[in-house]
Every structure is written in structure tokens, then in C-alpha cells.
């Protein structure tokens, strides 16, 4: 049973680049979240889709924006990137809005050079 | 989200069980304890919830005190694997999706 998939494992992009990261949820999850970890601290919370929609934010500019597709997939989509947007980009699924326990991929780690 | 308090750092034996304790004191009366770990250079992982009654899975076990101010994590038998860094989450309300991260415990498990 695959777990939650994200491509690419590793990025390197330039300051003001617009960036794409790709999000499979674990099989039978329909609700995606998104977060962002910096070196050495706890991950923080972006979005999480559920239907297609947005259903929560974090405290993440407009340049982060995201979609989900009919198949539960998730794209996170970063514009006019910064030096600090460099960091590990996580995506987790469940089942349902309410689900309890979120699967974790293994994350993204974006560079911005 | 209901505010935690969790110590920076544990030592424990291996195959001695390791008790990690929470304090999550605002905590409202339909908001569950979620408990997270973090191995080195992987994303978070699962461990259990609760609400009001302990919880045991093959992972874990979750004890929550009756007044639901503190709970604690406990892994029965600790193996080296268990070295990790352990987040206990308090979601606000209804806002099970929006995990916040705090700085955890790292969890040194030691031969």
C-alpha cells in the first residue's frame, strides 16, 4: 500500500523563480495538507483541500497557493520565491475533513539560491 | 489551538519504557491530544489520539488524566529506532487538519 508521494525530492530554484510541487495521497485519503518545515524547527502548517476546495489556510502569503485534483491529488505552487521560502515542504493526507491521523510523505526540500 | 508544553529533551534505556509527558491546560472538552514523532530526515509520523479515555495501539499508548490537562506517551519498550523527536498537538476545535507544531521532545533512546 503506497504511502503519500511527492515529487521531487529535491529542487533547487533562483530567487523570483516560481516553483510546483506535486502531492499523491496515501490510497483512500481524499484531504491534503500542505507544510513547511525549516531547518530545525517543527513543521507549520499551509493548507489543506478537501473537495477541491481550500478549507483551512496558515499564516502563508498569497504567494503559496495550491489545488487539488478530482483524483485527490495536490499541487503546491509557490510565486516570486525568497531565500526563506528555502525548506523541507511536506504534503499529508487522511480520510475525510475530520480525519484523524495524517500520513506524511517524505517531503520536498526546496533550495532558493 | 489549545496551547502545549512538552520538555525539550528525555533520555531513555533501550528496552526500558520511555514516558513523555504534555501539559496542555486550555484545552476544551471536544478537542483531542494527537501525538506525532519526527525521525531525522523523514516527515512526521502518526502515533495516536485521544480524547477522554487511555488509548493503546501497537505503537503506543496514550494515559490522559481525568482532567484532561496532561497526557502521557508511552512506549513500552523503547528500541534505538524510537530516537526521534515527539510532538504532542492539540488541534483547535474542530480544526483537526491544522497540526501546530511546537518544538517537541527529542527522545534519545541509548544502548
Known amino acids: 500500500d503506497a504511502g503519500v508521494t511527492q515529487s521531487p525530492t529535491h529542487l533547487i530554484k533562483t530567487r523570483g523563480q516560481q516553483v510546483t510541487l506535486r502531492c499523491s495521497p496515501k490510497?483512500?485519503?481524499?484531504?491534503v495538507s500542505w507544510y513547511q518545515q525549516a531547518l530545525g524547527q517543527g513543521p507549520q502548517f499551509i493548507f489543506q483541500?478537501?473537495?477541491?476546495?481550500?478549507?483551512q489556510r496558515g499564516n502563508f502569503p498569497d504567494r503559496f497557493s495550491g489545488h487539488q485534483f478530482p483524483n485527490y491529488s495536490s499541487e503546491l505552487n509557490v510565486n516570486a520565491l525568497l531565500l526563506g521560502d528555502s525548506a523541507l515542504y511536506l504534503c499529508?493526507?487522511?480520510?475525510?475533513?475530520?480525519?484523524?491521523?495524517?500520513?506524511f510523505g517524505s517531503g520536498t526540500r526546496l533550495t532558493v539560491v | 489551538d489549545a496551547k502545549t508544553t512538552q520538555p525539550t529533551s528525555m533520555d531513555c534505556a533501550e528496552g526500558r519504557a520511555a514516558n513523555l509527558p504534555c501539559n496542555h491546560s486550555t484545552i476544551s472538552g471536544n478537542e483531542y491530544v494527537y501525538w506525532y514523532r519526527q525521525i531525522h530526515s523523514q516527515g512526521p509520523q502518526y502515533i495516536i489520539h485521544?480524547?477522554?479515555n487511555n488509548e493503546t495501539n501497537e505503537m503506543a499508548s496514550l494515559i490522559i488524566t481525568e482532567d484532561r490537562k496532561s497526557s502521557t506517551l508511552i512506549l513500552p519498550h523503547a528500541t534505538l529506532r524510537d530516537t526521534a523527536v515527539y510532538y504532542c498537538?492539540?488541534?483547535?476545535?474542530?480544526?483537526?487538519?491544522?497540526?501546530?507544531f511546537g518544538q517537541g521532545t527529542i527522545l534519545t533512546v541509548h544502548p
Open positions: 490510497s483512500g485519503h481524499d484531504t
Open positions: 483541500y478537501y473537495e477541491e476546495e481550500e478549507r
Open positions: 499529508a493526507s487522511t480520510l475525510g475533513l475530520a480525519g484523524h491521523g495524517y500520513t
Open positions: 498537538i492539540v488541534p483547535g476545535g474542530t480544526s483537526y487538519g491544522k497540526l501546530t
Open positions: 485521544g480524547l477522554k
